[in-house]
């Protein structure tokens, strides 16, 4: 059965940082592309970061310059090193596996920026 896990949220002070983890397991990892969202109350939830199979990337320009997304398809798991973090970061933030119709989601992991 295909799982995505998330990991490495938390609670962190405006211009903190945290690196999430989603391990994946029960497919092929590498050809999937892979990607970060997020979701905070009362709002939709809107990409945050994508990596390709060829290791390409996009970032939501509310993000650019402070998350990085990456992939180690060897440990079949992808990170969001994400720095300089805004109270506006607040959100569950979920991990996403696409490739043609297959399309799996995380169960997700909350990241709370505040002092």
């Known amino acids: 059965q295909v799982q995505l896990v998330e990991s490495g949220g938390g609670l962190v002070q405006p211009g903190g940082s945290l690196n999430l983890s989603c391990a994946a397991s029960e497919f092929t990892f590498s050809v999937y592309t892979m990607s970060w969202y997020r979701q905070a109350p009362g709002k939709e939830r809107e990409l945050v970061a994508r990596i390709g199979s060829t290791h390409s990337t996009n970032y939501a320009d509310s993000v650019k310059g402070r998350f990085t997304i990456s992939r180690d398809n060897a440990k079949a798991t992808v990170y969001l090193q994400m720095n300089s973090l805004k109270p506006e970061d607040t959100a569950v933030y979920y991990c996403?596996?696409?490739?043609?119709?297959?399309?799996?989601w995380g169960q997700g992991t909350q990241v709370t920026v505040s002092s």
């Open positions: 996403r596996a696409v490739w043609y119709t297959h399309n799996y």
